[in-house]
């Protein structure tokens, strides 16, 4: 099976979130490709990360998802988690904002995102995001 061709790269840095405990950290999945974040270790409810990954954007995908999970060496928990549509980023370039975060379908915080995404070419937002085009 052929991997889809990628149209840039996607600068995610997670710095804070209003929800969490223990010892947590982010994993953010864009197709295929998954990408985690070192654990907080202030012991928060307010975790800080100010930590950056980069993850590959496939054509076709508009959309990542967010977890924040405790980490624990009798196995990871997923404290919440969210979608981030990447659509305004993959348009202007960058988008820095508060997302929403659930824990089984109820509010559970927010987490604060820098985006910056770098295309691998120039492409109009048809190209990118067909979907989107109606």
Same mark, same amino acid.
């Given at each position: =099976?052929?991997?889809?061709?990628?149209?840039?790269?996607?600068?995610?840095?997670?710095? &804070?979130?209003?929800?969490?405990?223990?010892?947590?950290?982010?994993?953010?999945?864009?197709?295929?490709?998954?990408?985690?974040?070192? +654990?907080?270790?202030?012991?928060?409810?307010?975790?800080?990360?100010?930590?950056?990954?980069? =993850?590959?954007?496939?054509?076709?995908?508009?959309?990542?998802?967010?977890?924040?999970?405790?980490?624990?060496?009798?196995?990871?928990?997923? #404290? @919440?988690?969210?979608?981030?549509?990447?659509?305004?980023?993959?348009?202007?370039? &960058?988008?820095?904002?508060?997302?929403?975060?659930?824990?089984?379908?109820?509010? +559970?915080?927010? #987490?604060?995102? &820098?985006?910056?995404?770098?295309?691998?070419?120039?492409?109009?937002?048809?190209? #990118? @995001?067909?979907?989107?085009?109606?």
């Amino acid at each position: =099976m052929s991997q889809p061709r990628l149209i840039g790269e996607l600068a995610v840095v997670a710095l &804070e979130a209003t929800s969490g405990e223990f010892r947590p950290f982010c994993v953010f999945k864009v197709g295929n490709n998954a990408k985690r974040t070192n +654990a907080a270790t202030d012991g928060s409810r307010n975790p800080n990360w100010d930590a950056q990954v980069n =993850m590959p954007i496939p054509h076709g995908y508009n959309q990542m998802s967010v977890q924040v999970l405790h980490e624990d060496p009798r196995g990871n928990q997923i #404290i @919440c988690e969210g979608m981030v549509d990447l659509t305004k980023v993959l348009k202007e370039g &960058e988008c820095d904002d508060w997302y929403p975060l659930k824990q089984r379908g109820r509010d +559970a915080g927010d #987490i604060y995102l &820098e985006l910056t995404f770098y295309s691998v070419v120039k492409l109009s937002m048809d190209k #990118i @995001c067909p979907i989107l085009k109606n």
